[in-house]
């Protein structure tokens, strides 16, 4: 059974900005976390991101709002990725913040 995990994570930087710097920020990611995730596919439409990636031998969907004022993260999670959320929420949310705080 699956179950969402959403993050939403503030910022002042308009919608633009936070877009340039979550692609920027997510680039990195696919090098810095290669070891525990693959991104198979992103495709952005607009304002959001869909991606498909694996995690732990799982696949997950999921996408990136990019809003005026915040981003809002939703992946569907598998069961054993699902009974981690409670401890990947903070590690996202940190992650999330650096990328929207770097320049």
Same mark, same amino acid.
């Given at each position: 059974?699956?179950?969402?995990?959403?993050?939403?994570?503030?910022?002042?930087?308009?919608?633009?900005?936070?877009?340039?710097?979550?692609?920027?920020?997510?680039?990195?990611?696919?090098?810095?976390?290669?070891?525990?995730?693959?991104?198979?596919?992103?495709?952005?439409?607009?304002?959001? +991101?869909?991606?498909?990636?694996?995690?732990?031998?799982?696949?997950?969907?999921?996408?990136?709002?990019?809003?005026?004022?915040?981003?809002? @993260?939703?992946?569907?999670?598998?069961?054993? +990725?699902?009974?981690?959320?409670?401890?990947?929420?903070?590690?996202?949310?940190?992650?999330?913040? @650096?990328? @929207?705080?770097?320049?």
């Amino acid at each position: 059974m699956s179950r969402p995990l959403i993050v939403s994570i503030p910022h002042r930087l308009g919608r633009e900005e936070a877009a340039r710097r979550i692609k920027s920020g997510l680039s990195a990611a696919r090098t810095n976390y290669s070891a525990l995730l693959t991104i198979h596919e992103e495709t952005w439409s607009g304002d959001r +991101l869909a991606f498909n990636l694996s995690a732990l031998g799982q696949s997950a969907v999921g996408f990136i709002d990019v809003a005026d004022d915040h981003v809002r @993260l939703e992946v569907q999670l598998p069961w054993l +990725l699902a009974v981690m959320a409670e401890k990947l929420t903070p590690a996202i949310r940190k992650e999330g913040t @650096l990328m @929207l705080e770097k320049k």
